[in-house]
């Protein structure tokens, strides 16, 4: 009869011990030889059966501190000296459930294998370590997290809706999905090799710095809460934070910035552009920029021109960087005359076209043209033309602001229909013009969109740059 027990008590601990393999390893020893001993005799009914025992010792939500649970020793030493408060080599529930913050920064830790069981924490401070990966997204209620300086090439925050402050800057990412992080409000990812950034799910956000990245582009359209960005030391050929109109702090400089519309961000205490292909940049909306340009002190470096000046209103200095010989508009230019520009499509052959002739948009919707709404808006003249021809044999127009290939296509049999438009001669909207080597005519489209320009590019497209400028869109 004992060894009958003992056998059932020995199968049931591999089998268990089987089960519970990544949390603990039990030791029943002394409580089972308390209920099938060499004295038991015959079972006492008020006597625990060895089931009841395993029951009662193993607590399934416990995890013991081991190099399975915790392979690097350093973590594992912590979180023995520090959250294993009854020091038996094994986290209770309990002491599971009263960490809500880690701090294991500065301490040579290679691997975090383990952070998993901390469902209650909500700051994980693990900066200046040796990490290459880290994944927390079981941690569910994280809500600060601080793991800059390593080497991070991948870093999991799937699933941490809560989260709401991550510094991962001074890392190797080339990817960073944050689509989850609907509550995030602070990023600071600079320092690391992101090509791209996607904001669109972080509503919220109000602090991002991505700068020293090799992003070539940013989309700002839903980040309406942002205050600080600094953007510096990027791949940017455009950017558009007129969404942004609470922006205080904006640092675009080293980019590739042809022009740049801050008119909508009216709070801008500080503002470095300086490092980019700026010609001009109007600061006619922007009160404190304004005055620190008008009044502030102007210091001369090797790259840039800097203003300075302290404002009572807002209680700091306010700055203004700028490369040297940018023309700076501090009043806004009296307003220029101007005409919707109407775009169609022709489903039959695929061919744009543009015109600022209400009358010639209308008869062409009534032949099955599709009416794209207005394309931009052109200024009634300036200095810059944009000639309009019609190619009768292929059936398609097109469209220049030179002389030498409006001539050019002229001589080969182009009908020339004179002066369709004008540009911007403030160059203040780009339309970007791209061809399509595969199609033998209608193989040219004209955008102010860049992510419109981008696709077709994607899509085998040539870009072409800019044809013209418009005065809005």
Not at 12 to 39: F, H, K, N
Not at 135 to 155: H, P, R, Y
Not at 227 to 254: E, M, R
Not at 458 to 472: D, F, H, M, P
Request: proline fraction near 2%; include cysteine; glycine fraction near 4%.
């Amino acid at each position: 009869m004992k060894k009958k027990i003992v056998a059932i008590a020995l199968t049931m601990t591999v089998s268990l011990a089987a089960m519970q393999t990544l949390w603990y390893e039990p030791v029943l020893a002394d409580r089972i030889e308390e209920v099938t001993g060499e004295d038991a005799g015959e079972p006492d009914p008020e006597t625990q059966t060895v089931e009841e025992v395993i029951n009662e010792d193993y607590d399934t939500s416990s995890v013991t501190i081991n190099d399975t649970n915790f392979p690097d020793a350093i973590f594992r030493n912590y979180v023995s000296e520090t959250l294993d408060t009854v020091q038996d080599g094994i986290l209770s529930a309990d002491e599971i459930s009263a960490v809500t913050q880690i701090n294991v920064s500065n301490k040579s830790i290679a691997d975090l294998t383990g952070i998993e069981a901390f469902e209650y924490l909500e700051r994980l401070y693990c900066w200046n370590n040796s990490l290459t990966s880290l994944d927390v997204s079981s941690n569910t209620a994280l809500e600060i997290l601080d793991c800059s300086n390593n080497q991070l090439t991948s870093l999991n925050v799937k699933y941490d809706t809560a989260l709401r402050i991550v510094e991962c800057y001074g890392n190797q990412l080339t990817n960073l999905d944050l689509s989850y992080n609907t509550a995030l409000t602070q990023l600071d990812c600079w320092n690391n090799q992101l090509s791209s950034l996607d904001l669109s799910h972080n509503t919220a956000l109000t602090w991002l710095e991505c700068w020293n990245n090799q992003l070539t582009s940013l989309d700002f359209t839903y980040n309406t809460e942002l205050t600080y960005l600094k953007c510096w030391n990027n791949q940017l050929t455009s950017l558009d934070v007129s969404h942004c109109t609470a922006l205080d702090i904006f640092h675009c400089n080293n980019n590739q910035l042809t022009s740049l519309d801050i008119s909508s961000n009216t709070e801008l205490t500080v503002f470095s552009c300086y490092g980019n292909q700026l010609t001009s940049l109007d600061i006619s909306n922007c009160r404190y920029l304004i005055d620190t340009y008008n009044t502030g002190t102007c210091t001369e470096s090797d790259d840039y021109v800097w203003y300075s000046k302290y404002s009572s209103d807002v209680d700091h200095n306010c700055h203004l960087y700028i490369d040297y010989g940018t023309t700076i508009i501090t009043e806004a230019p009296a307003p220029v005359e101007s005409v919707d520009m109407y775009r169609l499509y022709n489903p039959n052959n695929g061919e744009h076209f543009y015109t600022a002739s209400l009358g010639e948009r209308n008869h062409l919707i009534s032949l099955g043209w599709n009416d794209e709404g207005i394309g931009w808006i052109a200024p009634v003249s300036s200095n810059t033309p944009v000639y309009r021809l019609y190619n009768q044999y292929g059936g398609e127009h097109h469209y220049t602001t030179s002389i030498a290939e409006r001539d050019h296509l002229i001589s080969l049999g182009w009908n020339d229909e004179g002066i369709g438009w004008y540009s911007d001669d403030a160059r203040t909207v780009p339309l970007y013009r791209q061809y399509n080597p595969n199609a033998y005519a209608n193989n040219h489209n004209y955008t102010t969109s860049i992510r419109e320009n981008d696709h077709l590019v994607s899509l085998g497209w040539q870009a072409e740059g800019i044809g013209w400028y418009g005065v809005g869109t």
